[in-house]
């Protein structure tokens, strides 16, 4: 019995080793990625070193913080806190504003030489539409999400949210913007929500979704000092980190099978480990994106991740991503206990 285990075991040893390192690369609207993890809008991404750091990481690619037409400081700190089963933060659109991201673009995105996105979040539809008329011009930025679910703003609704208003913005947006763009979406919790949001973006040729944004106007209480932990709008806060992986999954998955195969799926929400991004490529994400993560531990975590995951790819014999992106099995077995 003993060296029947053995066998199986260096049987099993050997054929792994001599397997060729699983391939991690994937492509966005046909821009080519070596490693499918990058990070999320607004985690590490507004100064030019924290873009830096980024593009000299193990990711294989970078997005700016959501920009807005001029420099913002954001709301008042605190405004981000990690507690052990995620994040809140209410940054308030803090960034260096639309000229300083596309000099970095057009300076040095270009010889850092990784594709280089910009999320962006305009004030207004009509500030959304000038600097998208602006970047239809600019070669040295790879892609454009624009973000319409922002939770953090005082007296602004998030977009997508509100279903006449996304189309009116994509309505406008797609009568001249011809380069890859995608919208970055708040959470939904209603399958009906699901289906009126993807019947929209399915009539217009947008390249890519990211899912999801924080989960909006969650509240964080110390207990000690009976008190909210972030300072703006009396410390409500978007939701990310741990917590919120079941609905990034459920809302990836959900928008892979509603989608038109043209519009491709980014997977963003409770990404810490290999198996995290192997759950988002299982329900159908292109790519994955890292935000709570990349905060706590800096940009070596795209390393350790990649790491995780082509183990875990080799593990279960999979050579690329393709082998398993999207194929979620649903429970067929009879119904056991409770
Ligand atoms: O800056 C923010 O407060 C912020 C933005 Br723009 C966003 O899209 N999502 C988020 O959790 N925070």
């Not at 009126?196 to 390249?207: D, F, G, K, T, V």
Request: net charge negative; charged share 20%; aromatic share 10%.
């Amino acid at each position: 019995m003993l060296s029947v285990i053995i066998t199986t075991l260096n049987f099993q040893g050997n054929s792994k080793l001599d397997m060729p390192s699983p391939d991690i690369s994937t492509q966005i609207a046909g821009i080519p990625l070596d490693n499918c993890l990058y990070n999320a809008s607004g985690a590490w991404c507004t100064s030019e070193q924290e873009l830096t750091d980024l593009a000299q990481s193990a990711a294989g690619a970078y997005i700016a913080k959501s920009t807005t037409i001029a420099y913002r400081a954001g709301n008042p700190k605190p405004r981000y806190v990690e507690t052990d089963w995620g994040t809140i933060n209410s940054m308030g659109l803090a960034n260096g504003g639309f000229d300083f991201y596309l000099s970095f673009a057009r300076e040095k995105a270009q010889q850092l030489g990784k594709p280089f996105f910009m999320s962006v979040a305009g004030l207004t539809l009509e500030n959304n539409l000038d600097m998208l008329r602006r970047l239809a011009q600019v070669d040295e930025v790879a892609g454009v999400e624009l973000n319409l679910s922002c939770p953090n703003l005082p007296g602004k609704p998030q977009t997508a949210y509100d279903f006449q208003r996304t189309e009116e913005v994509l309505h406008k947006v797609f009568k001249f913007y011809k380069r890859p763009i995608g919208v970055k979406l708040p959470p939904y919790f209603d399958i009906i929500h699901f289906e009126r949001m993807a019947e929209i973006l399915n009539s217009y040729p947008l390249q890519f979704v990211t899912c999801i944004n924080s989960i909006g106007n969650g509240l964080v209480i110390d207990i000690d000092k009976e008190a909210v932990v972030i300072k703006p709008k009396g410390g409500f806060g978007g939701i990310g980190g741990d917590f919120v992986k079941p609905t990034s999954l459920a809302n990836v998955r959900k928008f892979y099978e509603l989608l038109k195969p043209e519009i491709q799926v980014i997977g963003c929400g409770g990404v810490k480990s290999g198996q995290d991004a192997f759950e988002h490529i299982l329900c159908g994400a292109q790519a994955v994106q890292i935000g709570s993560c990349l905060m706590k531990e800096g940009a070596s975590c795209f390393d350790r991740i990649s790491s995780e995951l082509r183990a875990l790819m080799l593990e279960k014999g999979y050579q690329s991503l393709d082998d398993f992106r999207g194929k979620l099995k649903v429970n067929t077995d009879e119904e056991k206990g409770y």
